[in-house]
């Protein structure tokens, strides 16, 4: 069984926000300022790449499936209910979150099965939600995000229990976790006001005590009969050290300093991206840079889109869903670039898959939820 979680297509996915309903008003505008803390545009280095690579035809990537983790049928052990991410440990462990069975299954880094942790409830060790999973190089520990919860629950690697966080004080809904090198936690999530909600990254200590440092971002938005503001599209911490976002609406990978001032822009002329469209109740993504991970000395960005030429402004939501239902071309591949940031080759991967990270070996994950929830491992061959 899988609980219906999205729609997918030639888009990342359509989202049933009802729940959000009570707390939005008609917008009256395609964009928004976050006001204080908006990432500072000074001294920003932009590397703008073409659509071609700088390979060319003369060295070409290929991926090679070396195992898959899920069955349609099986032992519980080998199913999932809804993967929404993963994790690596220090010994390449690898720590799955499903947030359908709101558990978490561990295997080694060889695929063999060793154990599980969590269930439903709002207890200790339990989720109303599984929204991100993360381990920390600082403390090896495990720290899970229940936006239900309002939590952060943080675990030993062999599934005990230690400590619950709350996230409200951080006047965010947190959706995303990751850390620095030092212990710093990056955390990114829904912010509330009173007849608005967008969306932010803080940094806070690693008590979760102290913010350190937030921002927000503007991006473009058509948006009928709700107050609702764009995500990021990805909110991570590159090898430790160098946190990124990227946009919805564009093809663009923000890097940030410790303080959250832009450091870095990367662009790129393909594929051509679309605004989000909130539109009575439904939400809808037709591009995103979902995941970007590093492996030997490539950055490797994660790309989902469709290839429609014109996306229009719909009114209604059932017109939204009819031209979704009827646009068939959807597209999925992996951009590399070099330790520049300047874009090298593309691979097309199928339209299902999303990429989920890489482990310390450079082997890189895919989770792929249809037809049923599985997770690929491929090994990376340049030549």
């Known amino acids: 069984m899988k609980r219906l979680l999205f729609v997918s297509g030639s888009f990342s996915a359509i989202l049933l926000l009802m729940m959000f309903v009570s707390c939005c008003t008609e917008k009256k505008g395609t964009s928004h300022t976050t006001g204080p803390g908006k990432p500072s545009d000074e001294n920003v280095e932009v590397i703008s790449n073409a659509s071609e690579g ?40 690898l720590f799955v979150g499903d947030s359908y069975e709101l558990e978490v299954k561990v295997f080694d880094d060889q695929g063999n099965f060793l154990q599980r942790f969590g269930r439903e409830g709002a207890g200790p060790g339990e989720f109303q939600t599984i929204d991100d999973i993360h381990w920390c190089r600082f403390d090896n520990l495990i720290y899970i995000v229940d936006r239900r919860n309002n939590r952060i629950a943080q675990f030993s690697p062999d599934g005990k229990f230690h400590k619950a966080f709350k996230t409200s004080k951080f006047k965010i809904r947190v959706q995303k976790i990751d850390s620095y090198e030092d212990g710093t936690f990056a955390l990114s999530g829904m912010r509330f006001g009173g007849n608005f909600a967008d969306y932010r990254i803080i940094l806070v200590d690693h008590a979760f005590e102290n913010v350190i440092a937030e921002c927000g971002e503007d991006f473009p938005v058509h948006s009928v009969g709700m107050d609702m503001f764009p995500n ?7 090898s430790g050290i160098q946190l990124y976002y990227t946009s919805p609406s564009e093809y663009k990978i923000v890097l940030l300093d410790k303080n959250l001032n832009k450091s870095k822009v990367i662009k790129k002329s393909h594929p051509r991206m679309f605004a989000p469209q909130y539109v009575r109740g439904f939400y809808v993504d037709f591009n995103n840079i979902e995941n970007i991970a590093k492996v030997n000395g490539y950055y490797i960005a994660g790309v989902s889109y469709t290839n429609a030429d014109e996306i229009p402004l719909f009114q209604e939501k059932m017109d939204l869903v009819n031209f979704v239902d009827n646009v068939k071309e959807a597209g999925c591949q992996l951009d590399f670039f070099d330790e520049d ?43």
């Open 232 to 238: 990021f599209s990805d909110v991570r911490i590159l």
């Open 54 to 93: 700088l390979w060319g035809k003369d060295k070409t990537i290929r991926l090679e499936e070396e195992s898959v983790a899920g069955k349609e049928y099986g032992d519980d052990s080998e199913m999932f209910g809804y993967i929404r991410g993963v994790a690596f440990d220090g010994e390449d462990n």
């Open 341 to 383: 940031f300047r874009f090298l080759a593309s691979v097309k991967i199928p339209s299902e898959r999303r990429l989920a990270g890489a482990d310390g070996k450079g082997r890189l994950y895919f989770i792929e939820n249809e037809p049923y929830p599985r997770l690929i491992r491929c090994r990376l061959i340049a030549e």
